[in-house]
């Protein structure tokens, strides 16, 4: 997969509380090497945005909700994320930030590499540059 995409993830419905739940190589597109969660954001900030090189994301609003802006190089497109039935996959060598928290939101984010500082692009104009050759 090299496109972004709101992935469904299952739901299962009870009147105890709903759950759902995501299974490596299934409901994402690679093998879960890593995960970790955005939280205690303030309402209405954000987050500085970035890309990486190899490492692939899908991330999910257990918690209220956000914004991801995912930029291609070409353009931007903008994802509400507010549910925990789904998730935005996000490939690698694609820009993005997360914005418009709401309070209290928790951003569970999942990746395919292990942490590595060097995979990280964070200035915009050099990742243009390298997308665009």
Not at 35 to 58: L, N, T
Not at 67 to 92: A, C, F, I, Q, T
Not at 105 to 132: C, G, R
Request: proline fraction near 5%; aromatic fraction near 14%; include cysteine.
């Amino acid at each position: 997969m090299t496109k972004p995409e709101l992935i469904n993830l299952p739901k299962i419905c009870d009147p105890r509380g709903n759950l759902s739940f995501i299974e490596s190589e299934g409901h994402v597109p690679f093998e879960v090497k890593r995960c970790y969660w955005i939280y205690d954001v303030p309402g209405g900030m954000f987050r500085e945005g970035h890309a990486f090189s190899e490492q692939d994301e899908f991330i999910v609003a257990l918690s209220g909700s956000f914004d991801v802006v995912l930029n291609d190089g070409m353009g931007e497109k903008r994802y509400h994320l507010s549910r925990s039935y789904y998730g935005l996959y996000v490939p690698h060598m694609t820009w993005r930030s997360i914005d418009n928290f709401s309070t209290n939101s928790v951003a569970l984010v999942l990746s395919s590499t292990i942490y590595d500082p060097s995979d990280y692009i964070e200035d915009i104009n050099e990742f243009i540059k390298l997308k665009n050759g």
